[in-house]
């Protein structure tokens, strides 16, 4: 695509320089960064096949929620870590922060200092935090809710709230939201579920009073609020972005809907980034994917076995995923972890469907030979 269309549109890209790195608007060609991102993209797609694949033939719900958890583990000790490097005064992420890309360590909001744990930036850190987040929290919705989920799932609200990312604010307040109207035909028939929307329900005008009032009375917190939510749309970094979101759509115009190619172009959200970069044919491949994994279900009564609430709850941290990707995402590559989760969940479904198919084969046989040995 890149080659085909080269210089029918402008594309915004990364320029790099002897002393930086700029976003410009530049003729379409093929650089190196298209193949670097198509490259990324295929190491991701190989990622859910050997995920999908392994989960099917070898690994059971059980062993599936331990790697969930030894990857949230990681992720909170990593925060804590640079958390911790300022208030001591020692570097104790120096020897993982080796990448040749920008690490933003330093940044501050409003005497704040941003926190980004292992990645380099605070929204790449929000949107694997929310992708945790989705997981365990329907984990403790949809399970018996343990000591250790629940303060998994507090932890990673807190983080998410001290990343400073405007973006894991508004992700996390609407999955959220989303989440729970979704769940409350579930909630009906579980009283305890049921008790805790009524809870929800009653202090949710008294969480928005208290947020009112301390926003009103402390200087700090208004600036805060202000600072990251309120002035985001109209500061110059999201007129900027907003700039590149227009720009994709006039590329995707005027390619006549082949799209520029993956890796040619810099958006703003995942729907931008994919019509501008993948045209109208691979957007809708694209989207029968995500339906297609995402949306595998089962009918089941209310005992779900505990690989099938597994598989849900790791759904539910794609889409979480995918939530916070849809307003920041600068390429269509949803990620790795993106991937990774959507195909074990994948594996774990086609798993339950081989056990149930052997169980109804086991079944046919069976009456047959009772049918064949009685009559005999």
């Keep these: 695509l890149p080659r085909l269309n ?6 915004y890209t990364i320029l790099r320089q002897s002393d930086g790195a700029t976003i410009t608007l530049r003729p379409l060609h093929h650089s190196g960064s298209i193949t670097g991102q198509f490259l990324r993209f295929l190491i991701s797609g190989i990622a859910f096949g050997v995920a999908a694949l392994c989960t099917m033939r070898l690994a059971t719900a059980a062993r599936v929620r331990q790697a969930m958890l030894v990857a949230t583990g990681v992720h909170i000790l990593i925060a804590v870590f640079d958390l911790l ?13 080796n990448a040749y890309v920008a690490i933003l360590d330093d940044q501050v909001l409003l005497g704040v200092r941003r926190l980004i744990g292992g990645f380099p930036e605070p929204s790449a850190f929000g949107i694997f935090t929310i992708g945790l987040y989705g997981f365990w929290l329907h984990a403790w919705f949809s399970t018996r809710r343990s000591a250790a989920t629940s303060a998994i799932v507090v932890i990673l609200v807190a983080l998410l709230i ?8 508004f992700g996390l307040m609407i999955y959220t939201i989303i989440y729970f109207a979704w769940q409350a035909n579930t909630a009906l028939r579980n009283s305890k579920n049921l008790v805790l929307y009524f809870v929800m329900i009653f202090s949710l005008p008294l969480l928005i009073g208290s947020t009112v ?7 700090d917190v208004s600036d805060f609020v202000e600072k990251t939510i309120l002035d985001k749309a109209t500061s110059a970094s999201g007129l900027e972005r907003m700039s590149w979101n227009r720009q994709a759509v006039f590329n995707f115009v005027e390619t006549n809907g082949l799209g520029a190619g993956i890796g040619s172009l810099r958006a703003s959200g995942w729907p931008f980034a994919v019509l501008g970069s993948l045209g109208i044919i691979g957007t809708g491949l694209y989207v029968w ?3 297609s994994s995402l949306g595998k279900r089962r009918r089941q009564s ?3 076995t505990i690989a099938l609430k597994t598989a849900r709850s790791l759904q539910y941290g794609c889409m979480a995923l995918f939530l916070l990707s849809f307003s920041i995402l600068p390429q269509p590559n949803l990620g790795i972890v993106f991937f990774l989760m959507s195909g074990m969940a994948t594996g774990l479904l086609m798993r339950r469907e081989q056990i149930d198919r052997k169980m109804i084969d086991w079944s046919f046989n069976g009456r047959a030979h009772f049918k064949t040995a009685r009559s005999s």
């Design 213 to 219: 009032l301390v926003y009103q009375v402390v200087p």
């Design 289 to 291: 994917f995500l339906i």
């Design 6 to 11: 080269a210089g029918m549109t402008e594309v």
């Design 85 to 97: 490097s300022p208030v001591i005064g020692v570097p104790l992420l120096s020897w993982l922060r």
């Design 302 to 304: 209310d005992d779900e």
């Design 162 to 169: 001290r990343s400073t990312s405007t973006a894991a604010y």
